[in-house]
């Protein structure tokens, strides 16, 4: 069984700031992770994923995150924020060697920019 | 960018009535999925579609659930009977290829059970 924590619920920020948004999982195999926004009323968008290869990967809108196995953890960064980064910011897992694209999701981080 | 389409966006049932979920997805990918999420609650994988056929799907997927996309048009999700604990925000999403593929979603369908 694999597990995706995201252990904010809600980050708070101010325009400009950086900010880090946490993602832990656990499992015993071989997985690829992915990064995924929602604005209200909105379905999800892809932002970045790590399959193999450099552990830190580029996205979309100056996001980026790091992969570490030895932390067992994906955490997004963005340098500076904008009010319109304000969604809610989930981490995706899945298996490599299925090849059935399932996805196991965190509970969501909410992340409010302040103008 | 490609979008997912998912209809109604809303539904109201009587627990037992039968309910589909339509999604249409975007127009060249060849996987599709569905995935629940109750409020307050993460999203949780139900099931996946390739080639006609049900991949995988998760416990979450009773014996009353079903899915098809019959001659490439909607790929829908029936449920039948409904109970009270499906209600849920249900979201379709659909990717070119498998494992490690971006994955497209819907805003999702809010159906509420009574």
């Known amino acids: 069984t694999q597990t995706v924590s995201q252990s904010d619920a809600h980050v708070t920020v101010f325009e400009g700031d950086s900010v880090e948004l946490r993602c832990n999982y656990s499992?015993?195999?071989?997985?690829?992770l992915s990064w995924y926004i929602q604005h209200h009323g909105r379905g999800l968008q892809f932002l970045l994923k790590y399959y193999s290869g450099n552990p830190v990967v580029q996205g979309v809108n100056g996001f980026e995150a790091e992969f570490s196995k030895s932390d067992s953890s994906f955490h997004l960064r963005k340098a500076s924020v904008h009010w319109s980064d304000s969604a809610v910011y989930f981490c995706?897992?899945?298996?490599?060697?299925?090849?059935?694209?399932?996805?196991?999701f965190g509970h969501g981080t909410i992340l409010r920019v302040h103008p | 960018g490609p979008k997912v389409l998912q209809i109604p966006s809303h539904q109201i049932i009587d627990m037992g009535q039968m309910v589909t979920l339509n999604c249409d997805p975007v127009?060249?990918?060849?996987?599709f999925y569905w995935y629940k999420q109750i409020l307050g609650q993460q999203m949780e994988f139900l099931v996946n579609?390739?080639?006609?056929?049900?991949?995988?799907k998760s416990k979450l997927f009773k014996d009353q659930f079903s899915v098809e996309r019959p001659d490439g048009s909607y790929f829908t999700l029936k449920i039948q009977p409904t109970a009270l604990e499906d209600s849920a925000v249900y979201f379709c999403?659909?990717?070119?290829?498998?494992?490690?593929?971006?994955?497209?979603f819907g805003p999702g369908t809010r159906l509420t059970v009574l």
């Open positions: 127009s060249n990918h060849l996987y």
């Open positions: 999403a659909s990717s070119l290829s498998g494992e490690g593929a971006e994955q497209f």
């Open positions: 499992y015993g195999g071989s997985i690829y």
């Open positions: 579609f390739y080639n006609g056929k049900v991949m995988e």
């Open positions: 995706a897992a899945g298996y490599t060697g299925a090849n059935t694209g399932k996805l196991t």
